[in-house]
């Protein structure tokens, strides 16, 4: 989780910081700024081709954009209550029973947050006391290492195996007294990893065991090839009370900037992450709370393409990958490809760079998915338009000529 570059700051107020920063420590001082969103920064400085940041560079449904100015229009423009307007709780408990096999009580168990992230930090902060420890495993989203820490927990990093399974021994013995919470992400962000009923059974059992809160990002729940399943933990026998479910529209229907998720959690954890949320944020975006509604009235055949068309561009973007000399797998789920970069001996840090300022195109250095290691990974993401994809994999070729 180290930068590339170093952040440019104002120099009238460089001596200032620095003689601040040296004397008052903070817990903003455990780690850096986000590597996702200054590959994103540098891409624009380059003109790269941006396929670092995951987010879609086409237009969100129809349907949405319709609702989001209608809400505006007929002026749900001031604040929501604070855990999330009614109606968007009652239409997310109705998707959770159908899709995630799961019941929600919508007025005591579902906060809509400010996307996943908040719902992630928040949930963190209702469960954890300083000290606790929470398990990680890695490769994982860059976030958690900075969650972790801001709400005053100990990271316990777990390898994943080669071929990004549960490695059970490790697991067992990452488990202590002080573990308190382990951080799930399934369809994994960034190595592709749809964990299977088995593995979160495995998981389920040493939570149970070890009196430990699952706390699960499924913002890729829709995101599956080849007839994998989405199943969610806290469906697990004995699991539901101790599991908090994080989910988000930012994915599923392609509105990353309006910042709307949720988490999921029995009355006595959502009352904590309730009061962590309305002090945060007081609330999601209300107008958009509103057309997130609309979202989740779409017919199941919008689920089925929207998992097609990905089908179709990670074959764009793999066969480009393997064309250029990279080592990859096509992922079972989510929007990425984490390849191995060995055969460009470069570190990948440097290689990320190089990519954007000689072949113009931006994708994430392995080791922000890492707490120590991941500098032979990039990570791609294939959240774009077709002509976006061909244009990164006609860059790419360059690189069998340097
Ligand atoms: C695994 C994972 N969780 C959370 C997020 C952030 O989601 P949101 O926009 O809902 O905050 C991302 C974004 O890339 C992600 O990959």
Redesign the pocket.
């Given at each position: 989780m180290k930068p590339a570059a170093p952040i440019p700051v104002q120099s009238a107020k460089t001596h200032c910081s620095e003689r601040f920063f040296s004397t008052h420590p903070s817990r903003a001082d455990n780690f850096t700024e986000s590597v996702i969103r200054e590959m994103t920064r540098l891409s624009l400085q380059y003109n790269a081709v941006n396929l670092a940041q995951?987010f879609p560079d086409f237009p969100c449904p129809t349907e949405l954009k319709i609702a989001a100015c209608d809400a505006v229009r007929d002026d749900f423009n001031q604040y929501a209550i604070t855990w999330g307007e009614k109606g968007l709780r009652e239409a997310v408990a109705g998707k959770v029973e159908k899709y995630n096999n799961m019941i929600f009580h919508p007025e005591t168990e579902i906060t809509v947050t400010c996307?996943?992230?908040e719902a992630m930090m928040a949930s963190m902060l209702a469960v954890i006391r300083p000290g606790d420890e929470v398990v990680v495993p890695e490769p994982f989203?860059e976030?958690y290492g900075p969650d972790t820490y801001i709400s005053g927990a100990v990271p316990r990093f777990v390898p994943l195996a080669d071929d990004f399974s549960i490695n059970e021994e490790a697991w067992k013995s990452a488990f202590c007294r002080k573990t308190r919470a382990v951080i799930l992400?399934t369809p994994n962000?960034p190595t592709g990893k749809v964990f299977s009923k088995k593995e979160l059974a495995f998981v389920a059992e040493l939570c149970i065991d070890n009196d430990v809160i699952a706390i699960t990002?499924e913002?890729y729940e829709h995101i599956l090839y080849d007839g994998n399943l989405h199943i969610s933990v806290g469906s697990l026998d004995g699991m539901q009370d101790r599991t908090i479910t994080i989910g988000?529209f930012?994915k599923t229907y392609s509105v990353?900037g309006w910042r709307v998720?949720y988490a999921l959690a029995d009355c006595v954890i959502t009352e904590r992450i309730r009061k962590i949320h309305d002090f945060l944020t007081v609330g999601a975006p209300a107008p958009l709370q509103h057309a997130c509604i609309t979202a989740l009235m779409l017919p199941d055949s919008y689920y089925q393409n929207l998992a097609g068309e990905y089908d179709r561009k990670r074959k764009i973007l793999f066969e480009g990958l393997k064309k250029a000399g990279f080592r990859c797998q096509l992922p079972e789920g989510a929007y990425y490809i984490f390849t191995d970069i060995s055969e460009f001996g470069m570190t990948d840090t440097d290689f990320a760079r190089f990519l954007i300022e000689k072949i113009g195109v931006a994708a994430v250095p392995g080791s922000s998915f890492y707490h120590h290691g991941g500098q032979s990974r990039l990570r791609f993401t294939f959240s774009k338009k077709d002509d976006t994809l061909h244009e990164a994999c006609q860059r790419l070729e360059k690189l069998n000529h340097v």
């Amino acid at each position: 989780m180290k930068p590339a570059a170093p952040i440019p700051v104002q120099s009238a107020k460089t001596h200032c910081s620095e003689r601040f920063f040296s004397t008052h420590p903070s817990r903003a001082d455990n780690f850096t700024e986000s590597v996702i969103r200054e590959m994103t920064r540098l891409s624009l400085q380059y003109n790269a081709v941006n396929l670092a940041q995951g987010f879609p560079d086409f237009p969100c449904p129809t349907e949405l954009k319709i609702a989001a100015c209608d809400a505006v229009r007929d002026d749900f423009n001031q604040y929501a209550i604070t855990w999330g307007e009614k109606g968007l709780r009652e239409a997310v408990a109705g998707k959770v029973e159908k899709y995630n096999n799961m019941i929600f009580h919508p007025e005591t168990e579902i906060t809509v947050t400010c996307g996943s992230t908040e719902a992630m930090m928040a949930s963190m902060l209702a469960v954890i006391r300083p000290g606790d420890e929470v398990v990680v495993p890695e490769p994982f989203y860059e976030n958690y290492g900075p969650d972790t820490y801001i709400s005053g927990a100990v990271p316990r990093f777990v390898p994943l195996a080669d071929d990004f399974s549960i490695n059970e021994e490790a697991w067992k013995s990452a488990f202590c007294r002080k573990t308190r919470a382990v951080i799930l992400n399934t369809p994994n962000n960034p190595t592709g990893k749809v964990f299977s009923k088995k593995e979160l059974a495995f998981v389920a059992e040493l939570c149970i065991d070890n009196d430990v809160i699952a706390i699960t990002d499924e913002i890729y729940e829709h995101i599956l090839y080849d007839g994998n399943l989405h199943i969610s933990v806290g469906s697990l026998d004995g699991m539901q009370d101790r599991t908090i479910t994080i989910g988000s529209f930012s994915k599923t229907y392609s509105v990353t900037g309006w910042r709307v998720g949720y988490a999921l959690a029995d009355c006595v954890i959502t009352e904590r992450i309730r009061k962590i949320h309305d002090f945060l944020t007081v609330g999601a975006p209300a107008p958009l709370q509103h057309a997130c509604i609309t979202a989740l009235m779409l017919p199941d055949s919008y689920y089925q393409n929207l998992a097609g068309e990905y089908d179709r561009k990670r074959k764009i973007l793999f066969e480009g990958l393997k064309k250029a000399g990279f080592r990859c797998q096509l992922p079972e789920g989510a929007y990425y490809i984490f390849t191995d970069i060995s055969e460009f001996g470069m570190t990948d840090t440097d290689f990320a760079r190089f990519l954007i300022e000689k072949i113009g195109v931006a994708a994430v250095p392995g080791s922000s998915f890492y707490h120590h290691g991941g500098q032979s990974r990039l990570r791609f993401t294939f959240s774009k338009k077709d002509d976006t994809l061909h244009e990164a994999c006609q860059r790419l070729e360059k690189l069998n000529h340097v």
